[in-house]
């Protein structure tokens, strides 16, 4: 069955640190995969996507996304952690297995705490 | 351009109600889909509408839950009667061409007592 994992529930970081926030996929055939943050109040917004290409995708506000096949991971980076980056992170990848859907399999999400 | 947006924002109902969400999608996005987060677990697909026919509603989880998308504009989603496992955040997304990315609306927290 297809699958995304967030292993971490909260991840804490200090201002200024780098952060990383984990996604390990499970998938048949040529993974899509997709980041979102929640803001409180907010809806989901799209950060950035790896559909082919680079291993290494660059979205919004300053994050970065690895892609690393063998490790069936995609994990979120940024190199200098804002207080404004906290929120709930959401992994996403497409399904493969229903023709014409494109319908999303997301992860349990991971709430990002960017301390002063 | 204006985003995906939804109606109501919260709802809180007794169990046994009736509860009507609604969502505009993105004007000129074809494809709509609606996804709900449980009690801080994953967010769960629900259905699919390309304009307005169900592409694939393999994801709503009983008859008490019903799906419109009337003129392939805006679309409800109904639950009747709720049940208190049906609380939770109700969120709709669109996008242009399956294949492109989602927008996602704010979502509905519903709350059922």
């Known amino acids: 069955a297809q699958s995304v994992a967030q292993p971490e529930d909260q991840v804490n970081v200090a201002e200024g640190n780098p952060l990383t926030v984990k996604c390990t996929y499970s998938?048949?055939?040529?993974?899509?995969l997709f980041w979102y943050v929640q803001y409180p109040n907010r809806g989901l917004q799209f950060l950035l996507k790896?559909?082919?290409?680079?291993?290494l995708v660059k979205g919004s506000y300053g994050f970065e996304a690895e892609f690393n096949k063998s490790q069936t991971s995609f994990h979120l980076k940024k190199p200098s952690a804002l207080v404004s980056d906290s929120a709930l992170y959401f992994c996403?990848?497409?399904?493969?297995?229903?023709?014409?859907?494109?319908?999303?399999?997301f992860g349990t999400g991971t709430r990002l705490k960017v301390l002063a | 351009e204006a985003g995906v947006t939804q109606f109501p924002s919260h709802s809180v109902i007794e169990k046994g109600q009736t509860v009507t969400l609604r969502c505009d999608p993105i004007?000129?996005?074809?494809?709509l889909y609606w996804y709900r987060r449980v009690m801080g677990k994953e967010i769960k697909f629900l259905l699919h509408?390309?304009?307005?026919?169900?592409?694939?509603e393999s994801g709503m989880p009983n008859n008490r839950f019903l799906a419109e998308r009337t003129g392939g504009t805006y679309s409800t989603l109904k639950v009747q009667p709720a049940e208190l496992e049906d609380s939770g955040v109700y969120f709709c997304?669109?996008?242009?061409?399956?294949?492109?990315?989602?927008?996602f609306g704010p979502g509905t927290r519903l709350t059922v007592l």
């Open positions: 004007s000129g996005h074809d494809n």
């Open positions: 997304a669109s996008s242009q061409v399956p294949r492109n990315e989602q927008f």
């Open positions: 996403a990848v497409r399904d493969t297995t229903t023709s014409g859907t494109y319908k999303y399999i």
């Open positions: 790896y559909i082919t290409g680079d291993n």
């Open positions: 509408f390309v304009k307005e026919s169900k592409q694939d």
């Open positions: 998938v048949s055939g040529n993974p899509y």
